[in-house]
Nanobody, 114 residues
Framework: VQLQASGGGLVQPGGSLRLSCAASGSDFSINVMGWYRQAPGKERELVAAMSSVGITNYADSAKGRFIIARDNAKNTVYLQMNSLKPEDTAVYYC?????????WGKGTLVTVSS
């Protein structure tokens, strides 16, 4: 499975961004797709994940501000990020879990700054 993420960039505090990640190399819906992030000097952490049947898991920091969505037909996952804060600045990584294996995409940088 290969993951291709897009949508990062620079945004002002309070703004919004939408990340997208398309998976290729799987003929069936991937079990779980999601997003992690890693800020400078910190460990990588889960932001949000969604199973192929729509079960979601959000980090506390993402609840109420971020929305994860999937298009199973396209094996694509989206992360709508609203009310962004400077502490959301990080490299965001797309992740897939399928048939017992984890896959990672290249990160996309999100910078929240005025």
């Amino acid at each position: 499975v290969q993951l291709q993420a897009s949508g990062g960039g620079l945004v002002q505090p309070g703004g919004s961004l939408r990340l997208s990640c398309a998976a290729s190399g799987s003929d069936f819906s991937i079990n779980v797709m999601g997003w992690y992030r890693q800020a400078p000097g910190k460990e990588r952490e889960l932001v949000a994940a969604m199973s192929s049947v729509g079960i979601t898991n959000y980090a506390d920091s993402a609840k109420g501000r971020f929305i994860i969505a999937r298009d199973n037909a396209k094996n694509t996952v989206y992360l709508q990020m609203n009310s962004l804060k400077p502490e959301d600045t990080a490299v965001y990584y797309c992740n897939a879990f399928n048939n017992g294996m984890f896959y990672w995409g290249k990160g996309t940088l999100v910078t929240v700054s005025s």
